[in-house]
């Protein structure tokens, strides 16, 4: 699409501010200098950068900026001279002014169509497999279905993707109720909307979860959207919204050869302020014995939250079946289940982790090479994510 924008040099050079029908973005021409996607700032073969940018002087400013077509021209003042896509220029200055990171599609308990994939066209076909990793991206599940109800019937999934996270629980690990419980996981209660292992480090990214008998009375596994519940709480109780995003807590885990500690908020922001992560984990949550204001301020706070994400509104319901799999965003979705009864049939699942990563990184080289092979030949420049991601 060919894009007019009006390209206004300001603070004597300092910044560049481009103006079109829709948008006002503005520039630091420091930023500008240091992106600059040409081979004598980028090596073309990794698209690393060459220069260094520390270094480039602080007073520098842009001479001279033109449109030429699609693309804008810049001169700079230490004699650099490069040209930029235009739109992908825009799209980088809109991506750090929303609150949360572009692609995602939140939902609540009304989601119509649950994103779904199917095991076979997955292993088989590049195309359903970016498919299948464009609704993880989009919505932070998929349920597949067709996988083998072998104990291991997903690895082979998993090898197409990226490596499988070893814990110190194993690889791929049992679900299922037993007498010597280490983790309440293992037994029949239901479990309230949580994030996995927030006690690790990293955190597993994504946690495949595999059914190969649920016949039991119950069970039912239930999804909710934490971006969404995260939104929803700065809108309507935004000092909440803001102790939950400060005030980090820690979890631990323990048992006979493990200890395990970690620590965060339970909505965790990047840098830029959009969401980056939700954590949620009652069983393994102490948080430490703060201040007493500070920790009633936070109790509230969190009840509130999870309020939110115990909601019928917000809570999506779903019975895996034998040969069905869920693969969960961990850092963005809470999951739970009901309590079941084994007096109606076994419970069997198998669950396994995949980091982000990989997984992120399949997609993108998918994409490219899928639906934009010529960027494969072009060095990293300005942010392509939301192009990728739409
Ligand atoms: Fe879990």
């Known amino acids: 699409m060919t894009l007019s924008a009006t390209p206004t040099l300001q603070a004597q050079g300092r910044r560049l501010r481009l103006r079109t029908q829709d948008c006002e973005r ?11 996607p040409d081979s004598e700032t980028l090596d073309p073969q990794t698209g690393q950068r ?14 001279d900026a033109r449109l030429e077509a699609d693309r804008l021209r810049l001169r700079f003042s230490d004699g650099h001279d490069t040209a930029f896509d235009l739109n992908a220029l825009l799209e980088a200055g809109e991506a750090v002014r929303t609150d949360i990171p572009a692609g995602l599609t939140l939902w609540d308990s009304r989601l119509e169509r649950l994103p779904e994939a199917d095991f076979a066209a997955a292993l088989e076909s590049d195309a359903r497999l970016l498919e ?34 070893r814990t110190n629980w194993g690889g791929i690990a049992d679900v299922k109720s037993v007498p010597q419980a280490y983790d309440l996981t293992m037994t029949q209660r239901g479990l309230e909307p949580h994030t996995d292992n927030p006690y690790r480090d990293p955190i597993p990214g994504y946690i495949w979860l595999h059914c190969l008998t649920n016949a039991a ?25 803001a ?3 400060r005030l980090a807590t820690e979890f631990f885990y ?25 954590r949620f984990s009652n069983r393994t949550e102490r948080i430490p014995a703060h201040d007493p204001e500070v920790l009633e301020r936070y109790y509230a706070a969190r009840q509130r939250f999870y309020e939110l994400i115990t909601s019928d509104e917000l809570t999506v319901h779903l019975k895996l079946d ?23 049939g076994v419970r069997h699942l ?5 980091d982000r990563d990989s997984t992120a990184s399949r997609r993108r080289v998918l994409f490219s090479q899928l639906r934009a092979p010529q960027l494969q030949t072009q060095p990293a420049t300005a942010p392509k994510e939301k192009e990728e991601l739409q």
Request: charged residues 30%; hydrophobic residues 40%.
């Open 26 to 36: 503005q520039f630091a021409a420091l930023w500008l200098r240091e992106r600059a």
């Open 50 to 63: 060459l220069i260094e940018a520390a270094q480039l002087p602080l007073d520098l400013t842009i001479e």
């Open 132 to 165: 299948m990793l464009e609704d993880l991206h989009r919505y932070g599940f998929v349920r597949v279905r067709g996988v083998p109800t072998e104990e291991d019937g997903m690895q082979a999934l998993i090898d197409r993707i990226g490596p499988l996270r």
């Open 217 to 241: 009375e119950g069970g039912d596994s239930t999804l909710v959207d934490g971006f969404k519940a995260a939104q929803r709480l700065r809108e309507e109780a935004p000092e909440d919204y």
């Open 243 to 245: 102790c939950l995003t």
């Open 254 to 278: 323990t048992d006979q050869t493990t200890r395990l500690a970690g620590e965060g908020p339970l909505i965790e922001l990047d840098s830029q302020g959009r969401l980056h992560r939700v």
């Open 322 to 344: 034998p040969g069905e799999m869920l693969i969960m965003d961990n850092y963005r979705l809470f999951h739970g289940r009901t309590a079941f009864q084994l007096e109606g």
């Open 350 to 354: 198998r669950q396994g982790y995949v």
